[in-house]
C-alpha cells in the first residue's frame, strides 16, 4: 500500500485534534473529488513499519483526539490487509482514542455485506472502528454546511453499534437526507 500524506494536527476530519492518514488507491472516481491524486494505487511513499511508527508516535501527545484514515479509499482490497495492524497497534497503545474512517463504499451493502475485499479482513478491521463515514461524495448533494462529510447522503455510522445490532446506526446527533425529498431528520 502506498500513502499520499500524513496530517499530524488535522482538525477537519473528525473531532478534535486528529492525526489523519490519506491512503493511495480509489476506484470510485467521484465527481470533483478533493483528492483525486490519491486515486493511483502507485501514488506517494510506500506504507512501511517506520510509517506506521511516525503515525504511532504522533498519536502521543494528550491533545490528539484520535485517528482518522482517508483516502484515496481505505477499504479498497489493496488497502485493507496493510491497514489492519495499524489500526490494531493503535487501539491497543491509545484505547482512550478515537477512529474514524471514511469510505465511498456503502457500510451495510459493501462493508456489512462482504462485498469488499476479504469479509473476515473488513470485520476486523470495523471492530477497531468508532465511526465511518460512508457512501461516494456526491456534487451534487454537496453541502458546505455538513461536519465531517461532503454531501448530504454520506453517513456519519456508529461502528460498534451497528456490528452489534448487524446494522447501520447512525452517531447519534447526526442528520440524514432522505433520499428523493427535500427533507432532512435527525437520526
Known amino acids: 500500500m502506498n500513502y499520499a500524506v500524513i496530517k499530524k494536527n488535522d482538525v477537519a476530519n473528525g473531532p478534535g485534534v486528529r492525526v489523519s492518514l490519506f491512503v493511495s488507491g480509489c476506484r470510485h472516481?467521484?465527481?470533483n473529488c478533493f483528492?483525486?491524486?490519491?486515486?493511483d494505487f502507485d501514488y506517494g511513499a510506500p506504507f512501511t513499519e517506520e510509517t506506521m511508527e511516525e503515525i504511532l508516535h504522533a498519536l502521543e501527545p494528550?491533545?490528539?483526539?484520535?485517528?482518522?484514515?482517508?483516502g484515496g479509499?481505505?477499504?479498497?482490497?489493496?488497502?485493507q490487509e496493510a491497514?489492519?495492524?495499524l489500526v490494531r497497534k493503535f487501539k491497543e497503545q491509545f484505547?482512550?482514542?478515537n477512529l474514524w474512517c471514511y469510505s465511498g463504499f456503502s457500510f451495510e451493502r459493501d462493508l456489512l455485506g462482504g462485498r469488499i475485499g476479504s469479509p473476515?479482513?473488513?470485520?476486523?478491521?470495523?471492530?477497531?472502528?468508532?465511526?465511518?463515514?460512508?457512501?461516494?461524495?456526491v456534487e451534487s448533494l454537496k453541502d458546505p454546511s455538513?461536519?465531517?462529510r461532503g454531501s448530504s447522503n454520506q453517513n456519519i455510522i456508529d461502528v460498534p453499534r451497528s456490528l452489534a445490532e448487524n446494522r447501520m446506526v447512525l452517531l447519534p446527533g447526526t442528520w440524514k437526507r432522505t433520499m428523493g425529498s427535500g427533507d432532512i431528520h435527525e437520526m
Not at 483528492?35 to 486515486?39: G, I, T, V, Y
Not at 473476515?120 to 461524495?137: A, P, Q, Y
Open 120 to 137: 473476515d479482513t473488513v470485520r476486523k478491521l470495523l471492530s477497531c472502528m468508532d465511526v465511518i463515514v460512508d457512501g461516494k461524495f
Open 62 to 70: 494528550g491533545y490528539i483526539a484520535g485517528l482518522s484514515l482517508l
Open 146 to 148: 455538513l461536519i465531517f
Open 83 to 85: 491497514l489492519l495492524p
Open 35 to 39: 483528492n483525486q491524486e490519491a486515486w
Open 73 to 79: 479509499e481505505p477499504m479498497e482490497p489493496e488497502n
Open 29 to 31: 472516481h467521484c465527481r
Open 95 to 97: 484505547p482512550e482514542k
